[in-house]
């Protein structure tokens, strides 16, 4: 067996939005799995104050400096593509971002109930369109990030907590080929048509 086989995860739909973030994912390891996709497919990448509003709506409490380390990492990204550090991504450019498989796996801790935190790694893609250029020449593909996701105050929200990290672990690398991909529970993932 294979992801490419294999039966592909169809994500919820959110009921709502916050901070321009998708929110309203149910309890369930297939609500982590959603909210954890729709975060990354509508992710500012290249806008850091809709970045920060994104991560403050669906952060946790408990996350100190999160927020302000993912806001750097948008940063960090504007100045390497020649942009001021701060501001909105440049005007006639989208990108879109494409999760293909994602890789669940719940982070029991003592006292918690298993699911309550989960952490989901995600291969994905990402396109840059530029108006009257056409489609990107040099996409990112293959690449893969995890997020962390723990059930807080009736939503699923992002943390970095070190007990939460200490229980992660780092995947096989994703091939939609691969029966070693599968092995180490590797979906691939539906979009809606």
Do not use: C
Request: aromatic share 8%; proline share 8%.
């Amino acid at each position: 067996m294979t992801p490419a086989k294999g039966k592909k995860v169809a994500l919820e739909v959110p009921t709502g939005t916050k901070g321009g973030a998708a929110t309203g994912f149910p309890r369930t390891a297939r609500g982590a799995v959603s909210a954890a996709v729709y975060f990354w497919e509508g992710y500012a990448f290249l806008d850091d104050r809709a970045a920060r509003r994104q991560l403050a709506a669906v952060t946790s409490p408990d996350a100190t400096g999160f927020v302000d380390e993912r806001v750097s990492e948008v940063r960090e990204l504007r100045e390497g593509a020649g942009l001021p550090p701060s501001g909105p991504a440049p005007a006639g450019i989208t990108f879109t971002t494409t999760v293909n498989a994602v890789r669940p796996t719940s982070l029991l801790l003592p006292g918690e109930r298993a699911g309550d935190a989960v952490q989901v790694w995600m291969s994905y893609d990402q396109h840059g369109i530029e108006a009257g250029a056409g489609a990107d020449t040099s996409p990112l593909t293959g690449e893969t990030t995890s997020l962390i996701l723990k059930w807080q105050n009736k939503a699923w929200k992002l943390t970095d907590e070190p007990k939460y990290q200490a229980k992660g672990s780092f995947p096989a690398a994703y091939d939609p080929h691969s029966p070693h991909a599968w092995t180490d529970g590797w979906t691939q993932v539906h979009h809606a048509d």
